[in-house]
C-alpha cells in the first residue's frame, strides 16, 4: 500500500508504504535555492535519492521509481508479519 501526503502551502510532501517502515519527506532545502530534497524519517537517504530536485513532482517520480524498483526492507517485513499473526491470532481466538 501507498500513500502519498502533499503539502503545497508548506512544500512538503510524505510518502509512506509497507514496503520501508520510515517514511519519506520531501521538502524544500535550506540553501536559500529554490531545491527540493528527498529525506527519510529514519536513517540516511540512499545514492539513488540523494541530490537536489527542481519540483516536488520530480523528487516524487523519483521516489516511486525507486519504492517500485525496491525490495521490502527488514524491519518492514518484521512489523507485516507481526501484524498478519495477530490477525490470525485473533480470528482463532474468536473461533474457538
Known amino acids: 500500500m501507498l500513500s502519498i501526503e502533499e503539502f503545497p502551502d508548506k512544500q512538503l510532501c ?6 520501508m517502515a ?5 521538502r524544500k532545502c535550506n540553501d536559500g535555492f529554490i531545491f527540493f530534497e528527498v529525506a527519510f524519517e529514519r536513517g540516511p537517504v540512499p545514492s539513488e535519492l540523494s541530490g537536489k530536485y527542481s519540483s516536488i513532482p520530480k523528487a516524487k517520480e523519483a521516489v516511486l521509481h525507486f519504492i517500485d524498483n525496491r525490495k521490502e526492507t527488514e524491519s518492514a517485513r518484521r512489523e507485516n508479519f507481526a501484524k498478519e499473526r495477530e490477525e490470525r491470532k485473533k480470528l482463532r481466538e474468536e473461533g474457538v
Open 14 to 19: 510524505y510518502i509512506t508504504t509497507d514496503k
Open 22 to 26: 520510515s517514511k519519506v519527506i520531501i
